[in-house]
Structure formats: structure tokens, C-alpha cells
């Protein structure tokens, strides 16, 4: 098949076919279409490039080992979104050494928090909000990046985390209070 | 009109992805991780069993295990209740 003509296929098409043939070409083409997600999203929560470099290159490792068990069910971004956060989350807590990777896990949860509406968050100036995601827990950064960059509905993100999904609504609920306090005592002005 | 709604999470993983790869990278990165892979296919199995041997589990190691002076009974049937009947 031509290149132009992979180019035009679906995920799970080159997934399928890739399945079908094994050649490298198929893979090659899943790896070019996100290698650079994979990576952005390393980058955003393991905050050093070489340790997202590696990242990325395992989280590849994985999905090459695991595609035959990929069912489809969810879509191809939405599994490897998953196993990136999930290997992301365990470097956290086992190289790292932080335990508490959500703002309820580190503080006091008892006052009823308003909601931020999404907008505040969704507007706030690229270089500023890079500064605020530096700042806020692992775990609620992972949750502001699943539902706002990827999409991802509430129930998936639930699935990917292990959560259920009222656990995840409040989650997010917190990391987008987090993220308004943090923005607040960042730039004062 | 109405304006297209702003969502600046997207523009940050745009400014996070190092773009595309020039090709040379790319095959280098596949074929790394498709000889690491076949590694792990072709020898975990067998460092799993190895290491299941070495630990004493699985069926042939108690057969082998036996010794000739116990009269066909290994160590743990010998540890058995007199009331129990050996297998």
C-alpha cells in the first residue's frame, strides 16, 4: 500500500492490518501519529526531557506488546492516553517517591468547594497556564490534561484511573479548584 | 457567527510536541523496540520457569526431586499424619 493510502487510514485499520501482516511499516505509522502526544504528555507530567524520552519510548514498548489485546472497545487514543498516564502516575509514585498524587490526598477535603466553570481554565494564556500545571499535584494535572486536551468522557477517565466515576467527577472538581488558587497566588497582579 | 470556543490545553500540547521525527529516528526507535520485544517474547517464558524450577514449584521437579531411599515417597508425604494414606 502506498504511503498516501496509509495515511488515510483509521487507527484501528492500521492496527488491523498491522495485526494481519506484522510489518513495521503499520506500527511505524501508529508511532508517527503519536509519539508526539505520547511525549507531550510526559513532558507535562514528569517535567524532565529525557526522563519523557524514555517514557515515550516504553510506553511504545508496551503498546507494541500489547496491541493484539487492544479489543477496541475505546478508541486507540483513548488506550494509549491510558497506558501513558498510568505509567506516568506509577513513575510518580514509586521513582518519585510521592504518595499523594491529588490536592485531597495532600489536603483538607472537608469544605464544600463552588465549581470553577470550565472557561476560566480553558482561556488562561498558554505560558501562564504552563506555569500553573508546574505547580498543581500530579494526579489533578493527569485529570485537567485527560478531559480538557484528550476529551475523554468522565467514564473513561474513570476506566483509565480506576476510579469510579463520581470519585473522578469530584477529583476533577478539586484539580480545577487547585489550578484557579494556584493561577490566583501566582499572578497576583 | 459564533466564535470558535478557546480552549488554550490544546495549544500547550502543541507547544509540548517536539513535532515530527525525521524518519532515520523513527525506524532507529521501531526496530529498538521490536528487538526488545522479541527478546521478551522469545526468553521471559523461559526465565519464568527457570525461575519456578529453581524455586521448587511445578509438576516435574517433585518427580526428579525424589530420592531412590524413600521408597517412592518424597519428603513432604513422609512429613504426613500416619492417618493420612500416601498418594
Known amino acids: 500500500m502506498s504511503k498516501q493510502g496509509i495515511n488515510k487510514l483509521t487507527d484501528e485499520e492500521v492496527i488491523s492490518l498491522y495485526l494481519k501482516s506484522r510489518s513495521s511499516s503499520y506500527f511505524t505509522m501508529l508511532y508517527s501519529r503519536y509519539s508526539g502526544k505520547v511525549f507531550s504528555k ?4 514528569l517535567k524532565v526531557e529525557q526522563l519523557a524520552d524514555d517514557a515515550t519510548q ?19 487514543s483513548t488506550w494509549v492516553y491510558s497506558i501513558t498516564y498510568n505509567y506516568c502516575i506509577d513513575y510518580i509514585r514509586k521513582k518519585k517517591k510521592e ?6 490526598d495532600i489536603e483538607n477535603v472537608g469544605e464544600p468547594l463552588s465549581d470553577v466553570p470550565d472557561f476560566e481554565l480553558l482561556e488562561i494564556e498558554v505560558e501562564r497556564l504552563k506555569k500553573v500545571m508546574d505547580v ?5 494535572k493527569a485529570v485537567l490534561l485527560m478531559k480538557y486536551q484528550d476529551d475523554m468522557s468522565i467514564r473513561d477517565i474513570a476506566e483509565v484511573l480506576s476510579k469510579s466515576e463520581s470519585a473522578i467527577k469530584m477529583k476533577l472538581k478539586r ?3 487547585k489550578a484557579q488558587i494556584s493561577y490566583k497566588e501566582i499572578f497576583k497582579d | 457567527m459564533s466564535e470558535e470556543k478557546r480552549n488554550n490545553f490544546k495549544r500547550l500540547e502543541e507547544d509540548n510536541d517536539l513535532g515530527p521525527r525525521d524518519d532515520k529516528e523513527i525506524k532507529g526507535t521501531i526496530s529498538f523496540i521490536s528487538s526488545v520485544s522479541r527478546v521478551i ?7 519464568f520457569q527457570l525461575m519456578i524450577s ?13 530420592k531412590p531411599d524413600s521408597h517412592g515417597l518424597s519428603k513432604r508425604d513422609n512429613e504426613r499424619s500416619p492417618s493420612e ?3
Not at chain 1, 61 to 76: C, H
Not at chain 1, 136 to 140: A, E
Not at chain 2, 41 to 47: D, I, N, S, T
Open chain 1, 58 to 76: 516504553d510506553i511504545f514498548l508496551k503498546i507494541y506488546l500489547n496491541l493484539a489485546k487492544f479489543s477496541g472497545k475505546s478508541k486507540f
Open chain 2, 85 to 87: 494414606p500416601p498418594k
Open chain 1, 175 to 177: 484539580a480545577k479548584h
Open chain 2, 41 to 47: 517474547e522469545l526468553y521471559l517464558p523461559g526465565f
Open chain 2, 54 to 66: 529453581m524455586t521448587g514449584g511445578g509438576q516435574d521437579n517433585n518427580s526428579k526431586s525424589r
Open chain 1, 42 to 45: 510526559c513532558i507535562s507530567l
Open chain 1, 136 to 140: 498543581i499535584p500530579p494526579g489533578d
Open chain 1, 99 to 104: 504518595k499523594n498524587i491529588f490536592s485531597e
